[in-house]
């Protein structure tokens, strides 16, 4: 059974739309991240489940049971903050235990709870300072501590780390990630940080106004996007992206006059316009003389150590390739390179969605499919 | 504005000094002739230097004013009536700002007008008021016919009445509702920020919960700042308590008093007598004002996060 089963959920204001529809289940001890650019939806999404806000249409149901009328207090769910929302006035103690309190649980009950949560979260020090007497990444330990002292069936977190410096960002996404290893609490977490979404997922949720683009592993998005926005957001540098036609003879045409031989692509794909798409690690530098080789001319590249990047021009569709090579490669000067079809997404313009070598567009929700 | 030339600071220091002077002339006129004998205070010209007999002065006019018991009653009412303002004042920015009912903007512009109507202005319907509490319900009874219907079927005439006036509900109750107040809590409840509620909402506390855990000690020196304000001016009452207040004796405020210290036209112009009175009844709102000064200004300016 599901732990959160999202099922044609949606979200209005007034009159603007801003959740078209989620159907998704979320498996009991899965550790899901919600990705998506700003404004798409993910913190309403994730205050639904919370009964922060009001779902305008279908149903949440956490184990089971549907919470569209419950209060956030009788949904089981515990959730950690952007900007930490901790009570000013009370002490870390007061704070961590203050759900507590308020549920009638006895005071020696209470603050030995209080005390084996701050010491997981290694609070211990500092339980009789007020908030504002601690540093940003010991505030939000203490939002932690706050969420897991009541025993959620359910853990959300909205950004949590979007204000702490990039170091602790990574400190602190260790730590939920190990806490999540040893409590095994169904969580979700927001955040429009690909790197802290790749790293934490077990599987992802990638949002783009208002709608859900894809789910699945983290790997599997990256390698199997299942829209052209997806294949676009998540990377970095982008996936290549270069829009045209398959023609009968098995080229791909593209640019201005730009041609490149696809013949186990073609078939599939015939009457449509699309996007071919591959990521730049799977772009290969060859020598000229290479059988199909496309002729491009470099713009300019970007050393990064072991590696560097190429930004080039064939015919006019930009191109972007990881190379290994340590040659002088200046403005202007010709590259070659070479594709594999089976690296090659193919996305459908009239909609944005994936389709795959045989000619079937891929649904949001789909597995693994080449 | 930062300006630092010496032109600026003179007349800056000028401004201030001036101001000072003006503040503290007519206090420094009263101590010295509270102090000083009634041939003193009777020579021309007056000499603004204090005198010995300020002990005796303050003795008489404690005495001829009944002031002990006045004292105790301009406590009684001063207190209540800040008690009340800012019980009232908390609640109902509580409910402006906090939930979403269809009138509330209404209702806040409504609280807010009550700016612009002082006591003095409706006095005379307040008045009305608190000689039968209950009036308006009787009005509400008879214009809807209830009265006569009653009369008729059990020959027993409803009358409402709930007298305010020689009390001190009635010394207190009328001075209560205060715009100011609901509006400085409302600007203060604004500035809760959302997650916070939120986060009280998860954590299961009810809307009153929240009220007295989290906003009360929140707003604690917006409360005491505002507590500062509103028993110095009800204090200072003079009309109100004047015009409910017929048995002076049980009921008069220390204000109420000081005509009773000011010489009359045939009397002895003993005015150190008066000028002694006046110091005394001063005394509680500037030991307030003193003692709440550190939070008054943060409670104005600035907030402890
Ligand atoms: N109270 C509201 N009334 C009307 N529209 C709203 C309201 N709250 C949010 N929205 C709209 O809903 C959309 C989604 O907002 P949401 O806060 O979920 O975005 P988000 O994905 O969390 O963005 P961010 O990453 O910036 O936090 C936005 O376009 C926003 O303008
Ligand atoms: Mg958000």
Redesign the interface.
């Known amino acids: 059974m599901a732990a959160i089963s999202f099922s044609g959920v949606k979200k209005r204001y007034q009159k603007n739309d801003v959740i078209h529809g989620v159907d998704v289940e979320i498996e009991a001890g899965e550790f899901v991240v919600i990705l998506g650019p700003s404004g798409c939806g993910k913190s309403t999404l994730l205050r639904m489940i919370a009964g922060l806000e009001e779902i305008s249409e279908g149903t949440i149901a956490i184990d089971g049971k549907v919470v569209n009328e419950l209060e956030p207090r009788e949904r089981g769910c515990a959730m950690v903050f952007q900007n930490y929302a901790l009570y000013p006035h009370m002490s870390v103690r007061q704070n961590i235990g203050y759900a507590l309190k308020v549920a009638g649980m006895p005071k020696a009950e209470r603050e030995a709870k209080v005390l084996k949560v701050a010491k997981s979260v290694s609070l211990e020090p500092y339980l009789d300072r007020k908030p504002g007497e601690l540093s940003g990444g010991q505030r939000q330990r203490v939002a932690m501590a706050r969420a897991m002292v009541r025993e959620p069936k359910v853990f959300l977190f909205d950004e949590p780390f979007s204000n702490l410096d990039a170091k602790l960002r990574v400190a602190m996404r260790a730590e939920v990630r190990n806490l999540h290893r040893s409590l095994g609490v169904t969580s979700v977490f927001v955040t429009h940080d690909q790197t802290e979404a790749m790293t934490l997922a077990d599987r992802l949720i990638v949002m783009n106004s208002g709608f859900v683009e894809q789910v699945g592993k983290p790997s599997e998005v990256y390698h199997h996007p299942a829209s052209l926005f997806v294949a676009d957001f998540i990377g970095s540098p982008a996936m290549n992206l270069v829009r045209g036609f398959f023609g009968e003879d098995g080229y791909f045409r593209h640019g201005k006059g730009g041609m490149v031989n696809l013949p186990g692509l073609a078939k599939a794909h015939l009457s449509r316009e699309v996007s071919i798409g591959i990521r730049p690690e799977l772009v290969r530098r060859v020598d000229a003389g290479h059988k199909d080789a496309i002729a491009a001319v470099v713009d300019y590249t970007e050393e990064l150590g072991a590696s560097r990047l190429v930004y080039a021009r064939a015919d006019g569709s930009p191109i972007i390739a990881v190379d290994s090579g340590t040659d002088a490669l200046g403005t202007g000067m010709p590259v070659h390179f070479a594709l594999s079809e089976s690296d090659i997404h193919v996305f459908d313009h009239s909609n944005g969605r994936r389709v795959d070598h045989n000619g079937r567009p891929v649904r949001a929700t789909d597995t693994v499919s080449a | 504005m930062i300006e630092r030339s010496p032109v600026f600071n003179i007349f800056t220091y000028a401004a201030m000094t001036l101001g000072l002077l003006v503040v503290l002339v007519p206090f420094w006129i009263v101590i010295v002739a509270g102090s000083q004998s009634l041939q003193e205070v009777s020579r021309v010209p007056i000499v603004l230097w204090p005198s010995s007999h300020l002990w005796e002065n303050i003795q008489a006019a404690w005495a001829r004013a009944d002031l002990g018991p006045k004292m105790i009653n301009s406590l009684i009412v001063a207190s209540g009536v800040t008690f009340g303002k800012i019980v009232l004042a908390s609640i109902s920015a509580f409910a402006i700002v906090f939930f979403d009912f269809r009138a509330r903007m209404v209702c806040f512009w409504m609280i807010f007008i009550t700016l612009m109507l002082p006591l003095e202005v409706r006095i005379v319907p307040t008045y009305a008021i608190a000689a039968n509490a209950l009036l308006p319900f009787q009005v509400v009874l008879d214009t809807l016919g209830i009265t006569g219907l009653v009369q008729t079927l059990s020959s027993v005439r409803i009358g409402l009445e709930w007298n305010l006036l020689n009390s001190y509900t009635g010394l207190i109750l009328p001075l209560v509702a205060t715009a100011t107040g609901t509006f400085l809590y409302r600007q203060f409840f604004m500035t809760i920020?959302d997650?916070?509620i939120?986060?009280?909402?998860?954590?299961?506390?009810s809307p009153v919960?929240f009220f007295f855990?989290?906003l009360l000690?929140?707003s604690r020196t917006n409360m005491l700042a505002l507590a500062t304000i509103m028993f110095v001016s009800s204090w200072n009452q003079y009309l109100w308590p004047l015009l409910i207040t017929t048995d002076r004796t049980n009921y008069g405020t220390v204000v109420m008093q000081l005509k009773a210290l000011i010489p009359t036209q045939n009397g002895t112009p003993d005015w150190n007598v008066t000028m002694a009175g006046a110091l005394i009844i001063m005394l509680p709102p500037l030991l307030i004002v003193a003692l709440m000064q550190r939070w008054f200004v943060r409670g104005l300016i600035t907030r402890d996060?």
Not at chain 2, 198 to 205: C, L, N, R, W
């Open positions: 920020p997650e916070l939120e986060a009280s909402k998860m954590d299961g506390a919960r855990d989290v000690p929140l996060k």
